[in-house]
């Protein structure tokens, strides 16, 4: 009875999962960016034949 | 993340980085870490809030914190695939997450051991080295010879293919994932039965859980899974006794780099 209590709080948490509305499939915005370097980057200067893998982190810094 | 810059580049996949650090911390940061692919600065956070990937709820030096995660676009900056945990403590390792990108192939490294009549299998694991939090993944890879089978779930009283993997204090074992086998029919003893042929593997993936012990180390330690492979090899005619073999995956964890960047 206590499990179906939690299952129906989770479900109705305010909190959504982060990049909810990215949804696989459709065009996203792409970045356009200084990078390490002080290179300025974009898709296009980012990506390879089969595309970009984008990996989003936290900090460099903690 | 460096070492797998060379296997995203051989499968044509560009690699970068985002956070919402400055250039500066983040060239620090590279130079320490010796990181070459493109770290990207979103400072005020403009991109991470385009993409819906800044943590609302951060507050005081973390405001404006993305959410992490990875994103894959394809050629035309269409989204393919997106990993978001929901626990930023569980990170995939490159070489897992490549294993998930390409599901046909599995990154990292394989010892190969010699069974009995001709049948063969290798210990492969994704990572050699990790870090409280990984998500990693051991695999079993078996080579069938051809005319023999081995048995999936269901196999009745033939011993189906088993991997038991032992606990350890600082690891959480994931569900070992075995492909669906096929139906044969077996003439001699009129019966059809779940088998696998030719190539089988078996993953299962684990995390470094987060604890006191892990998150205090100073320096890197040994650490070995351990488990027991079970299985039954036979042809169409003849079954070879069920085998039960000790197997084990040795890793490194290695400590959190709590250095940061702007106190060098």
Known sequence: ?62 | MQQAEARFKEHGLGLAGLSYDSPEVLKTFSQRKGIRFPLLADPESSYLKQLGLMNDQAKGFTKGVAHPGVLWLDSSGRLKEKFFEESYRDRLTANTLLGRLFPELIMGEARPVKAESGLNYRLRQSDQEVIMGSLFEVAVEFDIPSGAHLYGPGAGSYQAVKLELEDHPWLEVGAVELPRPHLERLEAIQETVPVYTQKLRLRVPVLVKSSKEVAGLQESRPLTLKGRLSYQMCTATTCLLPQQKSVSWSLKVVPLDRVRASDR
């Open chain 1, 1 to 62: 009875m206590s499990r179906l209590l939690l299952i129906l709080l989770l479900s109705t948490a305010a909190w959504a999962a982060p990049g909810a509305e990215l949804k696989p499939g459709s065009a996203i915005p792409t970045p356009t960016a200084t990078d390490q370097f002080g290179k300025p980057q974009t898709f296009d200067s980012l990506k390879g034949p089969n595309g970009l893998v984008l990996v989003v982190f936290r900090s460099a810094d903690w």
